[in-house]
């Protein structure tokens, strides 16, 4: 065997690890470690904390917390937590809907069109936001928003 082949089966073998350490990162996996439904998992909105099952928020894979890929670049590896710099009295009642499903409650002092927002930016199922806004008698054209597509 040439010595270049020794090196190359090295960092080969040094990528692979790497990568693996990386694709278990980005599917929610800390230290290599698989997550299992029950584990718990730390959400800080705006320097308030929430914590739940990795199940429960799996429930929802179509949403942003639901998938493990989209709420990858969240996560805070020296936190152990996933961090958003966003509205926290909005998070509130999302965080309810992940935990009990059903409706979604706006919070009496949050605003319609900051409520959608935050709606869209977690990206909830859109049955949901449409029976909000139907409950509610929100129409986009009174918020300022744009319809956000599929």
């Known amino acids: 065997m040439h010595v270049f082949d020794v090196f190359f089966i090295k960092v080969k073998k040094t990528c ?3 990568l693996q350490s990386n694709v278990f990162n980005i599917y929610g996996c800390v230290g290599g470690r698989y997550r299992s439904a029950d584990q718990r998992v730390r959400i800080n909105v705006s320097g308030y904390h929430f914590e739940t099952a990795l199940g429960v928020l799996e429930r929802h894979p179509g949403t942003l917390l639901g998938d493990r890929l989209r709420r ?9 937590e996933f961090f958003f710099d966003r509205h ?3 998070f509130e009642a999302i965080f309810i809907y ?3 499903g059903g409706r979604l ?6 605003p319609d069109d900051v409520f959608l ?3 869209f ?4 199922e859109p049955a949901a936001i449409d029976e ?3 409950r509610a008698r929100v129409s986009m054209k009174n918020t300022g928003l744009e319809e956000q597509p599929p």
Do not use: I, K, N, T
Not at 72 to 80: I, S, V
């Open 16 to 18: 692979f690890f790497y």
């Open 72 to 80: 990858a670049p969240f996560y805070d590896r020296e936190r152990g």
């Open 88 to 90: 926290r009295p909005s």
């Open 98 to 100: 992940y935990q009990r």
């Open 105 to 110: 409650r706006r919070p009496e002092p949050v």
């Open 117 to 119: 927002d935050e709606l």
């Open 121 to 124: 930016f977690y990206e909830l």
């Open 132 to 134: 909000y806004r139907r």
